[in-house]
């Protein structure tokens, strides 16, 4: 079996990328959930170019702004998944919409957020790709901690933020994708 690795997205190969996470993309609703983790990396029923030029827009948002940190996760050489650390104060606030409020998060450090394709899930890489965002928040950049929103009913995601020492701090509600309203709870880790 090939090895899981997660890996900035600035040193990944833009059009191989693409074409895997294209693959990926199985059914809108897997757009729907992806949609959330970064601005825009790839859209159901576009075309794999497209999906590039979304995905190199994010190398350069990166490669600007430090405090953007977006990920593709790998197995082997194929991209199966994105992930994010972000520290931007205008991510906080548009994730933290409509009764989620970022008063309640002590923490200083980043938020973050992944997802992995469907044939993917249920093999350990939610985990692994958690605990190697875990460590780079906290060990290789000195944050206290890192926090997530993680959605009513996705009992996978709040089992695996809980059982790497998240602790919810509130339920509310949180915008998807800017489009629909959803009951969410925001979960801290503190180092």
């Not at 409020?101 to 993917?120: D, K, L, N, Q, V």
Request: glycine fraction near 10%; aromatic fraction near 8%; include cysteine.
């Amino acid at each position: 079996m090939s090895e899981f690795e997660l890996v900035p997205i600035t040193e990944v190969d833009v059009e191989r990328t693409a074409t895997d996470l294209h693959a990926c993309l199985q059914e809108q609703e897997t757009y729907r959930q992806l949609k959330r983790h970064l601005p825009g990396p790839l859209s159901y029923g576009e075309s794999i170019e497209a999906a590039e030029q979304r995905l190199i827009n994010n190398q350069e948002i990166a490669k600007e702004d430090s405090r953007f940190k977006p990920f593709v996760q790998l197995l082997g050489e194929h991209a199966i998944g994105i992930a994010v650390l972000d520290e931007r104060l205008e991510a906080k606030r548009r994730r933290l919409m409509a009764g989620i409020y970022i008063g309640h998060i002590t923490t200083t450090g980043p938020s973050t957020s992944s997802w992995i394709a469907r044939p993917y899930q249920g093999r350990g890489y939610g985990r692994q790709s958690l605990e190697a965002r875990i460590k780079i928040a906290t060990v290789e950049n000195g944050h206290d901690g890192l926090w997530t929103v993680v959605d009513t009913g996705n009992d996978v995601s709040r089992c695996n933020v809980m059982a790497r020492g998240f602790v919810p701090l509130y339920t509310g509600g949180s915008w998807v994708g800017g489009q629909t309203f959803k009951d969410a709870t925001v979960y801290q880790y503190l180092a």
